[in-house]
């Protein structure tokens, strides 16, 4: 299954007609109150609020919502707050987590300390969820946010978590490009060589669930005319669901160039946890919150 576009993927997941419950934390503050409630709205998830009881029912009331019809957990200290949805995950309430008016330090101290037991893969990292104006499809990328300069197992771990998330959405066998300077393998560029131990891996049955090549250059990744061009034979040139960066300044520089050069617009979640989780800037929108909770609902099993 693919998807053109933000619409055809929401329209998929309210089709499911189930709500995901997400535990909310620190959740009064107004944007990301408006998303939350946009995103319940819509049918996406079911909301958990972690907070100040008395401002969160206000700001239900003002919307014309029943603050009785919503779980409120009444804890205004972040840490407690953070605390309490890791609780809620293990008892099997809350199948997501989204950031509130904390600090993402704050949240991801208390979510990665060892004895929450959270962590479900040796590596944590984000996905991106692009919808790009002239790429006939939404396309995921990792890791533009966390992983600074990810090992070939770091890479492999990414590749699974990203592809788990694909496979959870719909995308049964995401095709994954390696995103380098060249097709070329060079010895002077380390992450040439990785990208082909990376599809070898993929080959040999150590990375499943999808189709790995690289390395790949940008234009081949995005263009299938520069790949009949160049004579290259691929599954997945012109045609990936999921890149994966070779470092996190490339990751980060190609997916602003995109929102900021290519008027893309994008989501993103965290992975490897055993939920996952919404880490939104809070400068963002509430059009990219909404779509931050889209894509961390879509993402569960």
Do not use: W
Request: glycine share 4%; hydrophobic share 40%; net charge negative.
């Amino acid at each position: 299954m693919i998807f053109k576009n933000y619409v055809e993927l929401t329209d998929h997941i309210i089709s499911k007609a189930k709500k995901t419950p997400f535990a909310i934390v620190c959740a009064d503050e107004s944007h990301t109150m408006e998303a939350v409630i946009e995103s319940y709205q819509k049918q996406l998830i079911l909301p958990v609020f972690i907070g100040d009881k008395k401002n969160i029912t206000e700001y239900l009331t003002a919307n014309g919502l029943n603050a009785s019809d919503f779980e409120i957990i009444d804890e205004t200290d972040p840490t407690r707050a953070a605390q309490t949805a890791v609780s809620l995950v293990h008892d099997g309430s809350v199948r997501g987590i989204m950031k509130g008016k904390l600090d993402t330090s704050q949240l991801m101290k208390v979510l990665l300390k060892s004895e929450n037991k959270l962590r479900t893969s040796s590596v944590v990292c984000a996905m991106s969820l692009m919808e790009i104006p002239y790429y006939h499809k939404l396309v995921a990328a990792s890791d533009p946010a966390l992983c600074i300069h990810p090992s070939l197992d770091q890479k492999a771990a990414i590749i699974n978590n990203a592809v788990t998330a694909l496979n959870n959405i719909g995308i049964e066998c995401p095709k994954t490009a390696i995103l380098s300077a060249s097709e070329s393998p060079n010895p002077k560029i380390p992450e040439s060589l990785e990208a082909v131990q990376l599809k070898e891996m993929n080959q040999q049955g150590l990375i499943k669930n999808c189709i790995i090549d690289g390395p790949l250059s940008y234009d081949l990744c995005f263009d299938p005319e520069s790949a009949k061009i160049k004579g290259l034979t691929s599954d997945v040139a012109g045609d990936p669901d999921l890149i994966i960066y070779p470092d996190l300044v490339t990751g980060n520089a190609v997916s602003k160039a995109l929102v900021l050069n290519a008027r893309a617009i994008g989501s993103s979640v965290i992975l490897g946890t055993a939920v996952p989780v919404v880490l939104p800037s809070r400068a963002a929108s509430v059009e990219e919150k909404v779509r931050n909770i889209l894509l961390a609902s879509a993402s569960v099993n």
